[in-house]
């Protein structure tokens, strides 16, 4: 596609839902992230993947975060029973280069917006 | 791990004056500074980017330069126009390698016309 494309861009779940966010990046691109940023706040690093293997997750708050990218293309980031805590915009990112910034742009989507009642 | 300070959260200038936004870095093996621009409600952009091995790069209204000894690197906009306003954020890697991007907390820009 013409960019990177994250679903739904708005989510309302109440505490202890189960929430999946998707992110469909540009056609190519090897490079996956997602981050987290909350309100006011930059970006926070998640995960991170090379085609479908997850080579980063060091920044996954705790084990209800979940990310799988199955066949290299399309992403979906899962929170299991969500907290409060979580109620963040959630961004993903792609790049054609191989690790973070080897030689290309870091393109990132709208961002899906949680928030956790 | 990699932690970046960005100074100052906000500031407000009026149309055709200087806006000069700063960050320090703590890891000495960064070599890779973007700066991303991000509106509200939008995705964050890339406006400008520099590598370690030059210590300055502008791209018409923009610059960037960076102190590769005292870990620091600003963004210069100069004669600032309204639909400048927004949150500016930089952010330091490795680069090459599969390190994530750490960014900096934000500075909201405000143009006054």
């Known amino acids: 596609g013409a960019g990177v494309s994250q679903s739904p861009r708005y989510k309302v779940a109440k505490r202890g839902q189960d929430v999946a966010l998707r992110c469909d990046p540009i056609?190519?691109?090897?490079?996956l992230f997602w981050y987290q940023q909350a309100l006011g706040q930059g970006p926070e690093f998640l995960t991170y993947?090379?085609?479908?293997?997850?080579?980063?997750k060091s920044g996954l708050p705790s084990d209800r975060f979940f990310a799988e990218r199955p066949e290299g293309s399309v992403s979906t980031l899962k929170i299991q029973r969500t907290q409060q805590e979580d109620s963040a915009v959630y961004l993903c990112?792609?790049?054609?280069?191989?690790?973070?910034?080897?030689?290309?742009?870091?393109?990132f989507g709208e961002g899906s917006r949680l928030t956790v009642l | 791990g990699e932690n970046v300070e960005q100074h100052p959260s906000t500031l407000s200038v009026q149309e055709g004056d200087s806006a000069v936004i700063k960050c320090t870095y703590s890891?000495?093996?960064?070599?890779?500074f973007p700066w991303y621009k991000q509106e509200l409600g939008k995705r964050p952009q890339l406006i400008i980017d520099?590598?370690?091995?030059?210590g300055e790069k502008k791209d018409q209204r923009i610059a960037v330069t960076l102190n590769k000894t005292a870990k620091h690197f600003s963004l210069h906009i100069t004669e600032t126009q309204p639909e400048d306003s927004a949150v500016y954020f930089c952010?330091?890697?490795?680069?090459?390698?599969?390190?994530?991007?750490?960014f900096g907390s934000g500075t909201q820009l405000t143009v006054l016309p």
């Open positions: 520099i590598r370690s091995n030059v």
């Open positions: 993947f090379q085609n479908e293997a997850q080579l980063d």
């Open positions: 952010a330091a890697a490795l680069s090459g390698s599969a390190r994530q991007l750490t």
């Open positions: 890891d000495s093996a960064s070599n890779y």
């Open positions: 990112a792609s790049s054609a280069s191989q690790g973070a910034v080897g030689t290309g742009e870091l393109f």
């Open positions: 056609s190519g691109h090897v490079s």
